[in-house]
Structures are given as C-alpha cells and as structure tokens.
C-alpha cells in the first residue's frame, strides 16, 4: 500500500484551483490549455503516487454494468450484476474495483433514451467522485453508425463509414463525427470506439466490410483524420481501430484468431497509413486488433499480445504515445490460446493501457493484482498506463466537471439541425452502380404501385425497427403506393413464389439484398422477378459487393447500411428526389472471376449519365 496522508481531494483541488481562479478573473471558462505538458504530467504523477494498488488496477479496466441506472438497475439487472461482478449496482462495482472506464451496451440495459444515459453517466461519474481515489470515469460506447450503432432514436443517425467513403466528401465525415461527439458528450459518454481505420482490401472480410471507409489507403486516411478532428474538437476521444489493421481477413476475430498474411511492405502501403494520419491528426486512443500478422511478429501471438506490434511498431515506430485500448478481451480472437486469466496482464506487458470488456471482471482484476505483486508486473509499468489515461480524462476536463447536464440533452440530441445535416450527407452516398435504359429515377405517375420485397433485417439498435418496411415507408411519403413483402435472408421457393404472384399487378418491384453470396437464396428471388418483366430497381441494403452475384437487373443502388438513415435516401433517389453522387469506395469484382473487375472503385452513375 502506498502513503496515503495527502487526500486526493486535496491534490486535485490543488491542481485546479489556481488556474481556474486565474480563468475566472479573465473572463473565460476555467482550461488548463496553459498549463506546460511537464506541469501537468507532475501533478497527475502526485495523484498516482497517492493511489493504492487495487486503485490503480481498477484504473485500466473498461468493463460492462448492468441496468439503466447506477443505483436502481431493476431486479433483473442486479442479478446479472450479482452473478457477473458480486455487486448489485452499476455504483458499487465502480466503488469496489475502482474502475476507470465503463463501457455501454444495450443488451446490458444501458441505452434506453438520451436522458436516462445521462442520468446513468452522472451515477456513476458520483460512485467513482466518492470512491477514496476521487478520479473521474471515462465512459465510453461503441457506435460507429451504419452497421455497428448502439444508440438509436432519436439521437441523430449517421452514415456508416463506406457510405462516407462513397461520398468522399472529407467536410461531410467531419461534420458527422462532430454531431456524433456533440450528442455522445451531452449524454455524458466521452470515448467513442470509432472511427474504423482498416483499409477493406477484401470483399470476403466477414468483420470489417462497410464498417471501413474502403480499399483506398489515401481516402482512408483523409477520412479518418476528419472523423478525428469532428470528434475531437467536440469533446469526445476518438478511437482509431483495429492496429496493425483488419482490413484483409476473412475469419471474424470473435468466434476466431485471423492472420493477416501482408508483407511488411504491403502494410507500409495499405494498412499503417490511416494510421499515420490519426496520430499525425491527435488521436487520443487506438483500439489494438485480435489477429497475428506474421510480418511484424512472427511469434503466433494475437496483436492484443504482442510487445514487437505495440511497443514496438505503434509506440516506437509510429511514435505513438496515446492510450493504447484493447478490442474486447471476451473475443475468442484474443482467449483461443492463453485464456481468460493470462490474457489481461500478456495485453498490458505489451504495452495497452485500457483492457476492455473482459469476460470474467472478477477474474481478470486478480490476476493483475497478482501479476504486480509477484512480481511479472512492474507496478511502474502499470502507472506508465495510469499516467497516460489520467492524462486524457484531464483533456477532457473531466477532473474539473465530469457531468453532464441532463436538462440540455433534448437540446443537444436529435435536434432539427443535426437530423437534415445527417440525411444530406446520406443522400451524397447513396451510389447507383447500375441504370439501364434510364429506370431510375422511377416516375410517380407511371410507376405509382410498388412492391417492395426481400431481406428485412433488424436495426442494430432496436429490433422493433428493420429495413424493408423503413424503405416501403419512405416511398409512400414520397407519393407512392407501395405493398412491403419480406422474404428474409434465406428466401424458399414458397417465398419467392409469393413475390412472383405479387409482383403481377405493380408497376416497378424494389427489391432489397444483404450480403448475397453464390448460392443465396436472394439470388433466386431477384432472377425470379426481373424474369416476370416488371422493371426491377435493386437496392444492396448493406454490401456493394451484392451486385456482383446478379445479372440482367435494370437498376441497382448500394445503400451501405439498412438502417433510416440510409435507405430514405435511397428512396428519395430512387424518386428523382434527390441525385446518385456516391462513388464506389471499393472496387467490386466478378463473382464468378474475382480476378476481373466488373466495377471499379470510384464508379458510379449520375442522372445525367
């Protein structure tokens, strides 16, 4: 145990006083932007110096809790708080592990709506502000938008990082980070787990795909920097993912450990340049990748694990001295060879600071306690870590007020504003990749009856919500009469017939796919229904690469996600209500010969074509 005569509270009102006295006498808000980075680094070392062990092993941990709120979960959730972390409350096991961070989910009960998460943030930033160390949370979620968002309405949803990339606009990712710091801080999250930095140089990544910008190293870079600057200047910490890059995988690093199989060379070339350019633009976090890369370890270890990948090509290579955080340690990715119990303290003696989700909490807390009392551990070691996470919650002005004020929320989420800069920034993605004999835009007066039929998958935020009745919907305010059919992932004949039969009386048949593969059943169901000669607009609601397995369809459009966001305006192109200007930010081989390139990247049609 270390001394412990000089409180915390005393060390940090110490710290801030004089400047914010100064701030004050001057008119503005209290900052510690003058203060010099060796000033400031000495009075965090005085904070770590008075902290005990346990509390600087609570410091690294970013785990889950349980419930909607920090003291009154619900029954449910505190005996799932019971079971995982031995405590009832989201409060407590911040109080009993002293923990730095927590993460949100859904399925843990913690994103109901934009005021319970404040209310939820400031419970918790209180346990932690009561605790003996006083040292505030960094809370943090992980909403990439598109694909992966776990905040839904009527906070503001954004395109998902292809449909940027389609839209190529470095000002539109800009001002999309920013909206989704300015909405994240006011719920009192204030480290995001985006943007995605892999370069998706594989249409088979079962992992990555639409979450990365797309296949171009140098358009991957210049988006990445703006989303690091939109978040940034907004007051929520950035997280560059997944180092040394995912891009070229085709096994999920949940359920498996990749091995990415580049020569140094060819990661020089395509898959460090994003990042380069987010630690050239500040990024405050970089989330490691479970996956070896044989070429900068040739050890089998996962990158998580690997001292030569993070000390020594991201923080001496790359010259990288930022919070280094793991992807989830519950990944199989990352447990397949060393275990739950190994796992946490082989990540830190690599080199990370902050160890997310683990999935035994209980476990993984004691096993680096152990490890530094025994001895594996340098306790220095640890607070290198310490040092450079306090340094960023000090950033973020957390020291000075970690909370978030709960009645400015619905002034700051999903406001007017927010929601028609994020649909114009969706309508310059939407890509039409295909338009023969000028289908598209579909004219209401002759085309008026649609059916609108296909996959309708579940928005990732809310399962009450799914894709084809958003689609449907958005055609019918845009004047159309449309009749919704969903015939699933896996349509059978019985499906596909009934689409047929359906399709007799329309005008113009929508039809939407979700990663098609060779022998998909959704195959069928397009050739089905361009053979009943009614027009046929395809709309790809996830994969750009689903074009590739269909032939003879008149028009298609890649959406890149199927949540509102995307597909009302896919509907608003499909009505001439707005203009295709997306440009395919992956290039989209033959299906039946990948070596031949049926569309190449930047393709993409115009109404004018």
């Known amino acids: 145990m270390h001394n412990r005569s000089l409180s915390r509270r ?51 941990f970013v785990p889950f809790v349980c419930g909607p709120s920090a003291t009154e979960p619900g029954e449910e959730a505190a005996e799932a708080n019971r079971y995982l972390l031995g405590v009832s409350t989201g409060a407590e096991a911040v109080a009993k592990y002293h923990l730095g961070g927590v993460i949100y989910f859904v399925w843990s009960g913690n994103l109901r709506n934009p005021r319970q998460i404040a209310g939820l943030s400031n419970g918790l930033q209180r346990a932690a502000l009561e605790a003996p160390a006083r040292l505030p949370l960094l809370i943090s979620v992980d909403q990439e938008y598109g694909a992966n968002v776990r905040i839904g309405a009527p906070a503001t949803q954004l395109p998902a990082a292809m449909a940027l990339g389609a839209g190529g606009s470095v000002r539109d990712a800009r001002s999309a980070a920013r909206i989704a710091a300015t909405e994240l801080a006011a719920m009192g999250i204030r480290q995001n787990y985006a943007p995605v930095a892999d370069v998706n140089v594989n249409p088979a990544n079962p992992i990555i795909n639409v979450r990365a910008f797309g296949a171009d190293p140098r358009a991957a870079s210049r988006m990445v920097t703006a989303q690091v600057e939109g978040y940034q200047r907004a007051g929520v910490s950035a997280v560059a993912k997944h180092f040394p890059g995912h891009g070229d995988t085709t096994v999920d690093s949940h359920f498996g450990l990749p091995v990415i199989t580049h020569t140094r060379e060819e990661w020089q070339r395509i898959d460090a340049p994003p990042f380069r350019a987010a630690i050239a633009a500040g990024i405050d976090s970089i989330m490691t990748a479970h996956l070896q890369m044989p070429a900068l370890d040739p050890s089998d270890d996962p990158a998580t694990l690997s001292h030569p990948i993070i000390t020594g090509v991201l923080r001496r290579e790359l010259g990288y001295d930022g919070v280094v955080v793991t992807d989830a340690l519950n990944m199989k990715g990352v447990l397949l060879k060393y275990g739950e119990e190994r796992v946490p303290v082989l990540a830190l003696k690599a080199g990370v600071d902050q160890l997310l989700y683990p999935n035994n909490l209980p476990l993984a807390w004691n096993a680096v306690l152990k490890a530094v009392k025994d001895g594996e551990l340098a306790e220095s070691r640890l607070d290198e870590s310490i040092l450079r996470i306090l340094r960023l919650k000090d950033k973020l002005g957390l020291f000075r007020n970690p909370y978030t004020d709960t009645e400015q929320v619905d002034c700051r989420v999903g406001t007017r504003g927010h929601l028609a800069t994020a649909d114009r920034i969706a309508e310059r993605t939407t890509t039409l990749l295909v338009n023969k004999g000028g289908l598209l835009p579909l004219n209401r007066r002759r085309q008026k009856n649609l059916l609108v039929v296909g996959a309708n998958e579940k928005f990732p935020h809310d399962e009450s919500l799914s894709s084809l009745p958003t689609l449907a919907d958005a055609l019918t305010e845009l004047r159309f009469t449309t009749t919704a059919l969903p015939t699933g992932l896996t349509p059978d004949t019985s499906r596909i017939d009934a689409a047929v039969a359906a399709s007799r009386d329309k005008d113009a048949i929508v039809v939407l796919t979700h990663d098609i593969a060779a022998d998909d059943g959704q195959r069928t169901l397009v050739r089905r229904l361009i053979e009943t000669g009614v027009p046929v607009v395809h709309v790809a609601a996830r994969n750009p690469y689903d074009i590739a397995h269909l032939d003879g369809v008149e028009a298609s459009l890649a959406a890149y996600c199927w949540t509102t966001v995307e597909l009302r305006a896919a509907a608003r192109v499909i009505a001439g209500r707005a203009e295709p200007r997306g440009e395919l930010p992956v290039p989209v081989q033959r299906a039946d010969d990948p070596a031949r390139v049926l569309f190449p990247l930047g393709h993409g049609l115009s109404y004018d074509d």
Request: hydrophobic share 40%.
């Open 10 to 60: 005393t060390l940090i009102a110490a710290s801030t006083a004089t400047v914010a006295t100064a701030a004050v006498a001057q008119g503005s808000t209290p900052s510690l932007a003058a203060e010099s980075p060796g000033s400031r680094d000495e009075r965090l070392k005085k904070l770590i110096s008075g902290m005990s062990l346990e509390e600087k092993v609570g410091q690294v």
